[in-house]
């Protein structure tokens, strides 16, 4: 089980709101290890380890809690 890295461009982040709901999402994901929000570039740089998760998961987690507001 290696470290795995993603990076995405999520360009609905649009304020301390959108940072918030982020940062209390990903860190439900007992898995990730890494976490950088850069809100002027509209990026989020994750690292995980687990097999379980895949790229896909995180984007969707993170993309609820952006849409939605709810943080599960």
């Known amino acids: 089980m290696g470290v795995k890295k993603i990076e995405i461009h999520q360009v609905n982040m649009y304020c301390q709101h959108c940072f918030n709901n982020v940062v209390r999402a990903v860190s439900k994901i007992k898995e990730i290890m890494y976490l950088d929000i850069n809100m002027n ?4 740089i994750i690292k995980y380890q687990d097999d379980s998760l895949n790229n896909n998961d995180i984007r969707q ?8 507001g709810i943080v599960s």
Do not use: R, V
């Not at 570039?41 to 989020?44: D, G, H, R």
């Not at 987690?61 to 939605?68: D, G, P």
């Open 41 to 44: 570039e509209k990026t989020i």
């Open 61 to 68: 987690f993170i993309n609820k809690a952006l849409t939605t």
